[in-house]
């Protein structure tokens, strides 16, 4: 019940902190308040309570942003893993956090390829509000025209944000590459795996960058991928080979 506590508290305040548009909804007594209550139900309800808060601070930005939202995270959340939506909350949480890189590696540690979905799905998520977070001011439309103007605008600049695809390019490489390593029969194979897996995400980014002419905070990617390597050393050092194994097989 504390982990789950935190992982709410932090949820709701990363989001209040970056798409805090409704000024009740994003007070610090609401953000307590909720994360007390999430903490008492299953964890779904905390997907549920962070999906209900992002569609809220979408619709004090305006209808075409919550029309899109909604669709998105109704799509991406409920219709394609609605099994893995911790997965879909936790990873732009990462990104909000500055450490994206840690999701596929910690999540190649201890799962299988089917969380691929749920992390390029959190990837999309991170990538949709981070364009609302910068374009609310002119998201402002009159008449169905104004929101039609919107939607298109909206759509538009997400799915053809450049970042957000060499992004989730690189964490699918780098999962698949974790996830290969370390069911090895070899020494240290998760140590590879995780050293791999951070040199694969630093590199791909750094090319995929160079080739789509994006930039990036080196500093961030190798500061991020460092603390990637860390928080795997400490997943492969707490659940042991046999528990990994077991837990890779576990269905989301």
């Not at 209550?37 to 601070?57: N, R």
Request: one cysteine or more; aromatic letters at 10%.
């Amino acid at each position: 019940k504390a982990v789950q506590f935190i992982v709410a508290l932090a949820a709701f305040y990363l989001i209040n902190d970056n798409v805090g548009f409704l000024s009740a909804a994003a007070s610090p007594v609401a953000t307590l308040a909720l994360s007390i209550i999430c903490t008492f139900f299953p964890p779904i309800i905390t997907v549920l309570a962070a999906t209900a808060l992002i569609l809220a601070h979408m619709y004090a930005v305006s209808l075409g942003a919550l029309a899109v939202t909604a669709m998105i995270m109704y799509i991406f959340y409920f219709r394609l893993t609605p099994k893995m939506a911790m997965v879909v909350l936790l990873t732009p949480i990462a990104f909000m956090l500055k450490i994206p890189y840690v999701i596929p590696i910690a999540y190649a540690l201890v799962t299988g390829p089917i969380c691929l979905i749920a992390i390029s799905c959190g990837a999309i998520v991170y990538y949709m509000l981070a364009y609302v977070k910068t374009a609310a001011a002119g998201m402002e439309g009159e008449g169905a025209e104004g929101l039609m103007g919107q939607i298109s605008a909206y759509v538009k600049q997400v799915f053809q944000n450049k970042e957000m695809w060499i992004v989730i390019v690189a964490f699918i490489i780098c999962f698949l590459l974790v996830y290969t390593l370390r069911r090895q029969a070899m020494d240290h194979a998760w140590k590879i795996a995780i050293g791999a897996g951070a040199v694969a995400n630093v590199l791909l980014i750094v090319i995929g960058d160079i080739a789509l002419g994006v930039h990036t905070s080196y500093a961030s990617l190798i500061l991020g991928n460092i603390a990637a390597v860390v928080i795997g050393l400490i997943l492969a050092n707490t659940f042991g080979k046999h528990e990994i194994s077991a837990i890779a097989g576990l269905e989301f």
